[in-house]
T-cell receptor, first 116, second 114 residues
Framework: AQKITQTQPGMFVQEKEAVTLDCTYDTSDPSYGLFWYKQPSSGEMIFLIYQGSYDQQNATEGRYSLNFQKARKSANLVISASQLGDSAMYFCAMREGTGGSYIPTFGRGTSLIVHP | EAGVTQSPTHLIKTRGQQATLRCSPISGHTSVYWYQQALGLGLQFLLWYDEGEERNRGNFPPRFSGRQFPNYSSELNVNALELEDSALYLC?????????????FGEGSRLTVL
């Protein structure tokens, strides 16, 4: 079974609107961390936001927020006020504790295109 | 502060040859991770080095190997290249081993096998 599932291969959004990128995860480890990365066409992966499994509040970083629903095992990324420069691939990732030896596991990604 | 650097940026080889990719982590980072990103498959974990030792490897054949040097830089070797080895190879470094540490990635080395 896949550890990280991103069901949206591609998403389109109008500039200045908000968009939600879905991510569900599978783990039996009570201790884990969830990450989102952005990969522009240049190829470099850029860290966006982190959520720990024990964090009570949803993480936020500027225009990025993580909608963490632990019972549903989902960690959706919300980008507010989309900009043209947000067009990129977005990857959800997880680091598990003892079960996963802390090795980050990535989903297949979602391609986001922001229209003017 | 310099980020993670990888070389070469692009590499073209033919089937059966060997490829060597190099990575320099961010200063102070002791962990280096290698990932393969083939088209449409996301990032597949290859190897993890920490403090000069191989700590874990992904589900790849033994012809994928590497090492980490005393200065924590790393090299990935792919022997007996096959067409399906064509991919972007990403190196990442981290200072934290636990669940909280994000990875810092280089821009990758694109390997094309003809």
């Amino acid at each position: 079974a896949q550890k990280i599932t991103q069901t949206q291969p591609g998403m389109f959004v109008q500039e200045k609107e908000a968009v939600t990128l879905d991510c569900t995860y599978d783990t039996s480890d009570p201790s884990y961390g969830l990450f989102w990365y952005k990969q522009p066409s240049s190829g470099e992966m850029i860290f966006l936001i982190y959520q720990g499994s024990y964090d009570q509040q949803n993480a936020t970083e500027g225009r990025y927020s993580l909608n963490f629903q632990k019972a549903r095992k989902s960690a959706n990324l919300v980008i507010s006020a989309s900009q043209l420069g947000d067009s990129a691939m977005y990857f959800c990732a997880m680091r598990e504790g003892t079960g996963g030896s802390y090795i980050p596991t990535f989903g297949r990604g979602t391609s986001l295109i922001v229209h003017p | 502060e310099a980020g993670v650097t990888q070389s070469p940026t692009h590499l073209i080889k033919t089937r059966g040859q060997q490829a060597t990719l190099r990575c320099s982590p961010i200063s102070g980072h002791t962990s280096v991770y290698w990932y393969q990103q083939a088209l449409g498959l996301g990032l597949q974990f290859l190897l993890w080095y920490d403090e000069g030792e191989e700590r874990n490897r992904g589900n790849f054949p033994p012809r994928f190997s590497g090492r980490q040097f005393p200065n924590y830089s790393s090299e990935l070797n792919v022997n007996a290249l096959e067409l399906e080895d064509s991919a972007l190879y990403l190196c990442a470094s981290s200072v934290v081993r636990g669940i909280t540490g994000e990875l810092f990635f280089g821009e990758g080395s694109r390997l094309t096998v003809l």
